[in-house]
């Protein structure tokens, strides 16, 4: 590999240098930027995990084996194959193209990747039903979606809040970055600060940043303790 | 004698009392989401949205037919984009171990001092991107593959770190027991009793995690920190969509492989 060791020793200097600027975080003169981010970074967080469970359902019930005939279920596995092989980065460079910049496409690229993560988690936990209280609900001659909603759903129930709980964490976290490339949120504020060198402001956004992960993994722990 | 039927309770799954509490939580819950989605909307501009359709069309035109003789460039940032995630992930299980072994409940020195400290060290590193930890080192390392190698690392500590420390707290007491009642040191025991029991994991843990890098990988170059990315981001800048096209391609089939192989080596192992 080429490294320029020479380059990477210059690193101390330029580190103290580059660490100075961070400190200390001013949280104050860019506030404004910074609070108006993290709401984006929340409404997109919030509101592409509910659009991307939604979608995530029927996908994830075409994509069980147990549930769904093989072109269904072949077809589903795609989907999920295509959404999870790229990126979020990736994913958000596109959208940004064909929606524009801001938080639209954030919350298309975070509904996308969720779809992906979700429904694969889900599919197969279906999968892994008890299958005689399935056989119990047919034998009883319920319909198809009686079946489903009698013998599939509250087997998968627990998993299924305990998954969207932590997806929202995850999307939380990854609302950080693809703003970098363009799709709102506190990535794009903190983009502008490292670009405009404002270094003691991007330090006070990285801290918001690592506390409000931080708590949020931890109330999300609680939250799946609980169900599971 | 006609009413009886009517005179027998119904059972119902719920009271009524938590059927009002479901609904009042669905309610809240709807509404928190169109309130979210009425927020976006006031920041989006539509007609930029409206007009995808034509972009797409327009981005599928420029990107077919791929710029395939490209390909034959991409040999080199495709191996340092490899050489990333695999030192990356090598560097992190190195450093992930000794700190896994301080944030386990039943390992650590000291339960006082030394395994909040791990676990800090653990949330902090779990907690910032690899996409930003990359724009940091960029700035402090210079541009290129180490600063790729340290992002991924740093990311990785924290990712190792907690998986491994849950699987040693997970352990079988008994065979930890065993080893202490022969009069093993406490570096004996640890070798004897504890490592055994959790090379499984570790072997998993470093497997999925070194699947996962190769995807985080392709991407650093976006920010200047080398492999596959770096000519992704020159692509797009100069809008020369045949290549990206070929780019992404070859990043499709990286990942599908390695997440191949990584789901072979893992089924190998349980």
């Known amino acids: ?103 639209f496409a954030g919350l298309i690229t975070l509904t996308f990747a969720t779809l992906g993560f979700y429904a694969k988690l889900l599919a197969e936990d279906i ?41 929202l964490d995850i999307n939380f976290r990854e609302s950080a970055v693809i703003g970098i490339v363009g799709a709102g949120g506190i990535g794009a504020t903190l983009n502008t600060a490292f670009d405009r060198y404002e270094f003691d402001t991007a330090a006070a956004i990285l801290l918001v940043i690592i506390l409000i992960v931080m708590a949020a993994e931890y109330v999300s722990g609680l939250i799946r303790q609980r169900v599971q | 004698m006609a009413d009886t039927h009517q005179t027998i309770p119904q059972w119902k799954l719920r009271t009524r009392k938590q059927d009002l509490v479901v609904w009042a939580s669905w309610l809240a819950g709807v509404m928190a989401v169109i309130l979210c989605l009425s927020l976006i909307s006031e920041k989006t501009i539509w007609v930029f949205v409206l007009s995808a359709p034509q972009e797409a069309a327009d981005l599928g035109s420029r990107m077919v037919p791929p710029d395939w003789p490209y390909i034959l460039q991409l040999g080199r940032p495709l191996w340092d984009t490899l050489n990333i995630a695999t030192i990356g992930t090598a560097a992190a299980l190195l450093i992930s171990v000794p700190v896994a072994f301080c944030a386990a409940r039943n390992t650590t020195p000291s339960r006082a001092v030394v395994r909040p400290i791990a676990l800090f060290i653990i949330a902090a590193s779990r907690s910032i991107n690899s996409l930003i930890w990359a724009l940091l080192l960029v700035v402090i390392v210079g541009p290129g593959v180490f600063a790729g190698v340290l992002a991924i690392a740093f990311r990785s500590i924290g990712f190792c770190g907690k998986l491994l420390y849950e699987a040693i707290e997970e352990i079988d007491v008994e065979p930890v027991e065993a080893v202490q009642s022969t009069g093993a040191s406490g570096a004996q025991v640890l070798t004897y009793g504890v490592v055994p029991q959790v090379m499984p994991a570790f072997a998993g843990i470093s497997v999925f995690r070194w699947d996962i890098n190769i995807r985080e990988s392709t991407i650093l170059g976006l920010v200047g920190a080398g492999g596959i990315g770096l000519q992704l981001n020159a692509s797009i800048n100069n809008l020369d969509w045949s290549r990206v096209a070929v780019i992404l391609l070859v990043i499709l089939a990286t990942v599908i492989v390695s997440e191949w192989l990584s789901a072979k080596i893992r089924a190998a192992l349980t």
Request: net charge neutral; hydrophobic share 55%.
């Open chain 1, 127 to 167: 999968e892994a039903i008890d299958p005689a209280q399935a056989e119990a609900i047919q034998a009883t001659g319920a319909g198809w979606l009686q079946w489903l909603d009698y013998a599939i759903r509250p087997q998968v129930r627990p998993r299924a809040i305990g998954l969207a709980v932590y997806r």
């Open chain 1, 1 to 103: 590999m080429d490294i320029d060791w020479l380059r990477v020793a210059d690193g101390g200097p330029r580190a103290a240098r580059f660490f100075s600027g961070f400190f200390p975080p001013d949280f104050i003169s860019r506030w404004d930027a910074i609070f108006a981010g993290l709401l984006e970074s929340l409404w997109m967080t919030v509101a592409a995990t509910a659009l991307g469970v939604l979608i995530s359902i029927p996908v994830a019930v075409g994509g069980a084996r147990n549930v769904a005939p093989a072109p269904v279920y072949y077809f589903c596995r795609a989907i999920m194959a295509v959404s999870r092989t790229f990126h979020e980065v990736l994913i958000a460079i596109f959208f940004v193209k064909l929606f524009g910049f801001g938080p």
